[in-house]
């Protein structure tokens, strides 16, 4: 069966702290990794997407990782800042497939000023 | 910036009513997607369109309908609605297909029926 399993549930920080989130799958046939940030009562935004020949992405202060072999994703936030409560989500999308995503059911992440 | 419109952000019905969900997307994007959201789960695809008037049943179609007209509109409906239907619902819209192509979401419609 096709699973996303996110971890840790939740997690709280102190605001300029660093925290890596991870994300363990069994999707097959991979296509591509992703992770959105969704605030609160907000729908999700994308800050990365990995095809299976990338090890490593950025933007700005996330940094998604992917082990294509081990079948791993770790998000990396860096410097945290209160804008970056919310809940991380990642999803991994099928080969065979224009549409089908499986998703995780994310990390919430507080950090506290 | 892509921008998803969900006409409404809160919506109470009754058991049995009929419920509809409109989404507005202003890219002129081909795909557009309906996906609800519990707490603790994934998001799960209820149905998705890749073009006017053409419509997939995604993992949990069963209960609803979708509708698209018009290429920048696609409706949910919810033909009688239930207790367990009470969800976040999410449309999404992405230019072609998902398979790297980003989805961008609307805000969201939080739906108690009760």
């Known amino acids: 069966k096709n699973q996303v399993e996110q971890s840790p549930q939740s997690l709280i920080i102190l605001e300029g702290k660093n925290c890596t989130l991870q994300c363990n799958y069994t999707v097959s046939p991979f296509s591509n990794l992703r992770w959105y940030k969704q605030d609160t009562g907000r729908g999700p935004v994308s800050l990365t997407i990995?095809?299976?020949s990338e090890n490593t992405k950025s933007n700005g202060r996330y940094t998604a990782t992917l082990d294509a072999d081990t079948k791993q994703s770790s998000l990396h936030i860096t410097a945290s800042q209160l804008s970056d409560s919310a809940s991380y989500i990642c999803?991994?999308?099928?080969?065979?497939?224009?549409?089908?995503?499986?998703w995780g059911a994310g990390t919430k992440l507080i950090i506290k000023p | 910036d892509v921008k998803v419109t969900q006409s409404s952000r809160y919506l109470v019905k009754r058991t049995g009513e009929k419920v509809f969900l409109e989404c507005v997307q202003d890219?002129?994007?081909?795909?557009m997607f309906w996906y609800r959201q519990d707490p603790g789960l994934g998001l799960r695809l209820i149905y998705f369109s890749y073009d006017v008037k053409m419509k997939e049943k995604g993992d949990i179609p069963e209960g609803y309908s979708v509708s698209r007209e018009k290429k920048e509109r696609f409706s949910l409906i919810l033909e009688s609605a239930s207790t367990n239907q009470t969800s976040m619902y999410l449309c999404?819209?992405?230019?072609?297909?998902?398979?790297?192509?980003?989805?961008?979401f609307g805000s969201g419609t939080q739906l108690s029926v009760l």
């Open positions: 999404a819209s992405s230019r072609t297909g998902t398979l790297y192509e980003k989805l961008f």
């Open positions: 890219m002129d994007h081909e795909n």
């Open positions: 990995m095809t299976f």
């Open positions: 999803v991994v999308g099928l080969m065979d497939s224009n549409y089908q995503l499986i």
